[in-house]
């Protein structure tokens, strides 16, 4: 797992980390929502995508959502399910570190474009590493 791409954000909410752990919230729940939909499905068909309040989300919030996540994982059966699950463990670490229970606009932004561009995240930056082992195990 590398989170070391948050250095090259300029923004000072990404570089606390409450911060860091509202962005990768929305790039796990964002996998979790692609991961209840068929492949070619738009995002908003998710169940997921309904339930969240976007530009009103709390920690709270984040936190109901992620108290579900083994479950939802498993009922969807998703393939990538323990990574996600081993990043929503860091993320959950990092949600704990603050006090604040409003997100308010820097988090509520960070957490959107997260949520919007979690697969690039997820696979490109996170878990790039990973991608690439199983390319070159399968020949690609």
Known sequence: MQLDF???FEDPYLKTEVGK??????VVLGMLARG???KDDPIDKAPLFKQLNFGRVQRRD???HFARIP???RAYGIEYAGMIESLAAQTG???LKGQQRDLGVDGNFAFSVAF???PHFFWKRIFKKRQEEKTDQNGG
């Open 6 to 8: 948050f250095e090259e």
């Open 21 to 26: 752990g509202v962005f990768l919230a929305g």
């Open 36 to 38: 209840q939909i068929g």
């Open 62 to 64: 984040l936190m109901r």
């Open 71 to 73: 479950e939802l994982t």
């Open 93 to 95: 670490e990092m949600l």
């Open 116 to 118: 919007m561009n979690a």
